[in-house]
C-alpha cells in the first residue's frame, strides 16, 4: 500500500514527456536515414564488367554528388560512399573524393555562417533545451572574439576553456573519430564550427585539407 501511494503521488512533469517524445522521434528519423544510407552504399558494391563501363562515369558522377549531399548532412554517414569508391576506382576515386569532401564540408560550414542563431534557438526550444537556448541567444549579437571571451569566463567547467583554446585540435580529432556520426558526422561537425563564428573560414578551409588526409593516403599506400 505504501508503495502504491507513493507512486499515486508521483506527478509527470509534462514537459518532460514531450522531451522525450520529441527526442524518440528525432532518433527514429536518425536510424532510419541511416538504414536508407547503408541500403545506397550497398548499390555501389558490384562487379564493373565490360558492359557497365559506358555507364561508369554517369554513376561515378551521381554517386559524388550523392557523397557531398550526404557528408553535408548532419548525422548521415555518407563516408562509406567516399570509402567506396576510393577503393573501386583507386588514384582517380581518391583524388575526387578528397576534393568533394572538402566541398561538402565547406558547404556545411557556410550553411552553418549562413544560418541565423535565432533559428537555432527555436530548434533547441522545440527540444525544451532552455539552457542550451539561453546560451545561443546570448552568444547571437557578439563577434568572434567577444564570444570566445565570453565562453571562457562562463565555462561551466575547466574542461571546456581547455577544448576552446586547442579547438583546432579538438576539430581534427572529432573529424577523424570513428563513429563521429553520433556528434553530427561530418556535416554537424562543419555546421556548428560555421554557427559558432570561432573558425575564420580560410583557417577552416586549410584545416579540413589536412585532417582528411589520412583517408586518401591510407588508400594510396594500399594501392601501391
Known sequence: ????????????????????????????????????????????????????????????????????????????????????LMSLLGLPGILVIYLCTLLALSLSFMLGRILSPMTMARVLDWFHLERARNLVEKLAPLDAAERSRFLLENAPSKLVPLLLRHRYLVF??????????????????????????????????????????PGPIFFLLRGS
Open 1 to 84: 500500500m505504501a508503495i502504491a501511494e507513493h507512486y499515486s503521488r508521483m506527478k509527470i512533469d509534462p514537459q518532460r514527456v514531450k522531451q522525450a517524445a520529441k527526442l524518440l522521434l528525432f532518433l527514429l528519423v536518425l536510424v532510419s536515414l541511416n538504414q536508407v544510407v547503408d541500403w545506397l552504399a550497398g548499390l555501389f558494391q558490384f562487379q564493373f564488367w565490360p558492359h557497365h563501363l559506358d555507364m561508369a562515369t554517369l554513376i561515378f558522377c551521381l554517386s559524388s554528388l550523392l557523397y557531398i549531399l550526404l557528408l553535408a548532412t548532419p548525422f548521415l554517414p555518407g563516408v562509406e560512399i567516399g570509402l567506396i
Open 172 to 213: 581534427t580529432v572529432l573529424l577523424n573519430m570513428p563513429g563521429n556520426a553520433l556528434v553530427g558526422g561530418g556535416g554537424g561537425i562543419g555546421l556548428i564550427a560555421g554557427m559558432s563564428r570561432l573558425f575564420p573560414f580560410p583557417r577552416f578551409l586549410l584545416l579540413i585539407a589536412l585532417a582528411i588526409l
